[in-house]
C-alpha cells in the first residue's frame, strides 16, 4: 500500500489560525467599542460645558444690558445734576449781586439817615427860635394877625387862614397810636375803641382848633383820607363850603368823630382833591403822621419798605399842580419814620407853608 503523503497546511492550523484572527478581531472589537465609550463621554462633557459656556454668555447678555441701562440712567442723571450745578451757580451769583446791592443800599441808607438825623437837629434849633420868638410878641393870647395873602394866622409857626382853605385829615390805620405794636393792637379792635384812641382824639382835635380860626369871610372843606379821600360834609364833593356855616362846620365834625381810622395812607390820592375843588385852595392844612404806604392804585404791593414810602412822598409832591397852594403841615409823629419830619418841613417850606410836630397836649 502506498504511503500517505504528508501537508504542511492541515485543518489543525487553519483552525487555530482562525481562531488567533478571531481574538483578533474581538481584541479590535473590544478597542474599538472602549474607545466609542470613552468618546461618547467625551462629548457630553463637551456639550455640558458648552451649555455652560453658552449660560454664561447669556448672563453676560442680561448683565450688558442691565449695566447699559445702568450707564445711560447714570448720563441722565449726569445732565440733570450739571443743570442743577448751573442753576445753583446762577442762584449764587444773583445772591451775591443782590447781596452787593443791598450791601450799597444800606450804605446809602446810613448816610440818608445821617443827613436827616442833621436836618432833623436844624429843625428843632428852627422850631425853638419860633417858639421863642412867638412868645417875645405875644401880647396875652396865642393868635397873632400877620399880613399877607388871604389875612392869614399864625399860631407857634402855623398858618392858617386863607380865602379857600381845604383840610385834609390822615384816617389811616397808623393814627391810632404812636408805636407800631399798639397800632397793630388797635386796629383790631371795635370801631369805638378806635375813636377813643388818644392819638385819633388829638387829630380830631386839631381839626376842631383850626375851624374855630378860620376867617369869616373864608371857604372850606374838610376831607378826611386813607387810601381814598372823601369829603366829610355830606353833598359837598368838590364844592366849597361858607366858614360862617355853623350848621355845615357842625355836621362835619360830627361826621369825623364818628369816623375810625382805617386802612394805609395814599397821599397822591388825598392830594387829587386840591385838583377836583374849582376855584382852586390857597391854603392847604395837612394833618398827618408819616410817609404814605399807598401809591394812586392802593394794593398793587404787599410789602413796603422805607425807599417805596419815600417814592409814594415823591410822587405825591409832584402831583400839586404847578403853583401849588400853601401847605400846612400838622405832623403828629409815630415810630420807624425818621425820614417823614423832613420830607414834610421841605414840602411846607417850598410851598411857603409852616411846619408843626405839636406835643401830646395840644391843641
Known sequence: MARRRAEAWSMSFLDVMSCGLGAVVLLYTIISAQAGLARIKESEDLNAEANRLEQMVLEGYKHLAE????????????????????QVLEKITMTQEELSKYEFDTLARRESLERLKADLKSLEEDTRRLKAASERVQTGSQV?????????????????????????????????????????????????????????QQAIGTVDWVSAQLPADSQFQLYAFNTRAWSLIEGSEGKWVAAKD?????????????????????????????????????????????????????????????????????????????????????????????????????????????????PRDWP
Open 67 to 86: 449695566l447699559r441701562n445702568a450707564l445711560t440712567t447714570t448720563d441722565e442723571d449726569k445732565v440733570r445734576a450739571e443743570g442743577l450745578a448751573r
Open 144 to 200: 397873632r394877625s400877620v399880613a399877607g395873602d388871604g389875612d392869614r394866622q399864625y399860631l407857634t409857626g402855623l398858618k392858617v387862614g386863607g380865602k379857600r382853605v381845604l383840610v385834609l385829615l390822615d384816617a389811616s390805620a397808623s393814627m391810632l397810636d404812636e408805636t407800631l405794636v399798639n397800632i397793630i393792637r388797635l386796629r383790631n379792635m371795635s370801631a369805638d375803641r378806635k375813636l377813643r384812641s388818644e392819638k385819633w
Open 246 to 358: 355853623n350848621q355845615a362846620m357842625s355836621d362835619a365834625l360830627k361826621a369825623l368823630r364818628k369816623t375810625a381810622p382805617t386802612g394805609g395812607t395814599s397821599l397822591i390820592n388825598a392830594f387829587a382833591v386840591i385838583q377836583k375843588l374849582s376855584p382852586a385852595p390857597d391854603n392847604v392844612i395837612l394833618i398827618t403822621d408819616g410817609l404814605p404806604t399807598q401809591g394812586d392804585k392802593p394794593g398793587s404791593r404787599k410789602l413796603v419798605d422805607s425807599g417805596d414810602r419815600e417814592d409814594f412822598m415823591q410822587k405825591a409832591v409832584r402831583s400839586l399842580p404847578r403853583q401849588p397852594p400853601s401847605v400846612n403841615v400838622v405832623l403828629l409823629p409815630m415810630e420807624g419814620d425818621p425820614a417823614a419830619p423832613t420830607y414834610f418841613w421841605r414840602l411846607a417850606q417850598v410851598t411857603g407853608g409852616a411846619f408843626l410836630s405839636p
